[in-house]
């Protein structure tokens, strides 16, 4: 939870849940504040306004049960909107001390009460208003009030002068103390949630990808003998069938030997690599080098497609570590773009010191909802062809290389997939 710049309301799980909790405290506190009124004024006859302190008791009863009903709709809560509760416990309760006496009532100090609860479940930017608020509203408290005997006895001499300035700089400092230190507490648990979270996530996309290895080391073992078989055929058919008097099948036959080359390419790099080091099986190239060679393996599989390459960054490019892993991610980016939009996809690779980008725009449909979520589980696509696991294998790799992958609708209609990677990882390829 971050204190970056404004934008939509920050929106999280638990804060529900937090507030949930702040409608119950504040069901068992409503009804002890009015029993504490009664004995006050019943059994210690003292001179309490009780109407007033009655009305306030009754608006927050009103806040807690609207507050209720909120929940019942369900939805995320605003680190916002909690702020705003605690606002009005923080008036309900100066008006209840307003009239018992001010800041010589002995429950003044439950002003600390919301700020606690502030500085643990929020941000910064609302722990620390919230402290200055509730340090003004004692402060204030200390000048104007109602008087309550025996509270507010009137007191002379510097010895009584010396105790109120020590409760009002006590009360500013705890206040100032839990803005800071719960606060920051608060924000290193919620951090070591998010870690544990995406700890759990990074586990379970390693399971799946180990899940993904054993199905391929599987699969190119099985697919070697058919691709031997239709190897061996195209070839009797290209003897069968002359070049000069049947043409156009010798080029639907080149096309298919060009197809089976490059299904036995991939698995030989299977297993080639299985095992190896990614820096042993690496070899360095420049950044806009291998981009402008990926495009080209996919311009030679699909003959009739239209990419074009811009690559923009300080001169000379820089060099990076490439192998097999990296390439497969850029393609299965530039496969998707092409089987949405062949006739029209744009590549721009762009670097500078710290980070290396890779844009791939088309013109297709624009992003669907499986697009958005790559990290899901594999076997779903929204292709009729597809086996839902390139997106997945593409995002696995690229966060192994600690970069990450976006999407956005581009202007104008289609797509714009950015893949955003380190230099530094790319360049050391650890």
């Known amino acids: 939870m971050s204190d970056g710049p404004a934008g939509p309301p920050t929106v999280h799980p638990y804060t529900a849940q937090n507030l949930r909790r702040l409608v119950m405290l504040r069901t068992i506190a409503i009804p002890g504040a009015a029993l504490v009124l009664l004995l006050a004024g019943h059994f210690y006859n003292l001179p309490i306004r009780a109407m007033p302190l009655l009305t306030i008791i009754?608006?927050?009863?009103?806040?807690?049960?609207?507050?209720?009903?909120?929940?019942?709709?369900?939805?995320?809560?605003?680190?916002?909107?909690?702020f705003m509760q605690m606002l009005v416990d923080v008036a309900a309760l100066t008006g209840m001390l307003y009239y018992s006496g001010g800041s010589s009532n002995p429950f003044a100090y439950f002003f600390l009460l919301p700020l606690a609860i502030s500085a643990t479940v929020l941000p910064r930017r609302y722990a620390w208003p919230l402290a200055v608020i509730t340090a003004a509203c004692y402060t204030l408290l200390l000048f104007y009030r109602v008087p309550l005997p025996p509270f507010s006895q009137v007191r002379e001499g510097p010895t009584f002068l010396v105790h109120i300035v020590g409760m009002w700089v006590g009360f500013v400092l705890a206040a100032g103390l839990l803005a800071y230190f719960v606060q920051r507490m608060g924000e290193s648990l919620r951090q070591h949630e998010r870690d544990l979270a995406e700890a759990r996530e990074r586990a379970l996309r390693d399971e799946r990808v180990v899940a993904v290895a054993t199905l391929a080391a599987g699969a190119a073992h099985e697919l070697s003998t058919p691709?031997?078989?239709?190897?061996?055929?195209?070839?009797?058919?290209?003897?069968?069938?002359?070049?000069?008097?049947y043409p156009h099948l010798h080029e639907n036959l080149e096309l298919l030997r060009s197809q089976i080359r490059k299904c036995k390419?991939?698995?030989?790099?299977?297993?080639?690599?299985?095992?190896?080091h990614r820096a042993e099986a690496a070899h360095p190239m420049a950044v806009d080098a291998f981009v402008s060679r990926t495009v080209a393996e996919v311009r030679q599989l699909r003959p009739g497609a239209n990419l074009a390459v811009h690559s923009e960054g300080p001169r000379p490019a820089p060099q990076i570590l490439v192998e097999r892993t990296?390439?497969?991610?850029?393609?299965?980016?530039?496969?998707?773009?092409?089987?949405?939009?062949?006739?029209?996809?744009?590549?721009?690779?762009?670097?500078?010191?710290?980070q290396v980008r890779i844009a791939v725009r088309d013109h297709g449909p624009g992003i669907s909802l499986q697009t958005l979520h790559p990290g899901d589980e594999p076997g779903r696509s929204t292709k009729e062809s597809g086996l839902g696991l390139g997106l997945f294998l593409t995002h696995t790799a690229l966060s192994h290389l600690g970069g990450d992958i976006s999407f956005s609708d581009a202007p104008g209609g289609g797509a714009r997939v950015t893949v955003n990677l380190p230099l530094a990882r790319l360049q050391t390829g650890t």
């Open 58 to 82: 009754v608006v927050l009863a009103v806040v807690n049960f609207s507050t209720w009903q909120r929940l019942q709709t369900g939805g995320g809560i605003p680190d916002g909107e909690f």
């Open 227 to 245: 691709l031997a078989t239709m190897a061996l055929v195209t070839s009797e058919l290209a003897e069968d069938y002359p070049r000069d008097r």
């Open 265 to 276: 390419d991939s698995l030989s790099v299977i297993s080639a690599t299985a095992g190896v």
């Open 326 to 354: 990296l390439s497969q991610a850029l393609l299965n980016v530039l496969h998707n773009a092409v089987d949405v939009s062949p006739e029209d996809v744009r590549v721009t690779c762009s670097w500078d010191t710290e």
